[in-house]
């Protein structure tokens, strides 16, 4: 597993890409991608070596967190990348969830990292996904006004026999 989609943005679809890092082809034929779910795609085909293979998930992955994980035809697992909060045992070790439109590549290095810049089937390039920043308040500050002006209330008078009462507006 080299790099993943795993919150598409509007327009994108997700998707997992495998890497063969080998220097003989490898085949592919009844491996399996899962995710955490356990929706699997079956795998056909031959895997050149320093090739890329670009698989649409049978399933959804979790755009919180989720596992991804090869299989080889008999089941066992050859590769798996745990991100996000999804719980395989030891949260500590997964992957940050990428934010929407980002991917999780591996690096050889340091495991997966987010980038912003997707490359399914191609070398990965590391750029940084863009940090979100809180818009300020903006910041009122009371000024002093001028005193009104006085201006007449208005009135009205009612005339009644018994009584003249003015009333004033509320």
Known sequence: INEFLAAPASG???WVELYNAGTT???LEGWVVEEGAGSRRTLHGWL???GYAVISPAGSLNNGGDLVLLLDAE???VDQAAYGDWD???????APA???GTTLARQATSGFTITSTPTPGATNRFTAAPTPTATPAPRVSPKRSAAPKTQP???ATT???AITRTIRPV
């Open 12 to 14: 994108q679809t997700e």
């Open 25 to 27: 082809a490898a085949d």
């Open 48 to 50: 050149p070596a320093g």
């Open 75 to 77: 089941r066992t697992v």
């Open 88 to 94: 395989d045992g030891n949260r500590g070790d997964n």
């Open 98 to 100: 990428p934010p929407v």
């Open 153 to 155: 209330t208005p009135t």
């Open 159 to 161: 005339a009644h026999p």
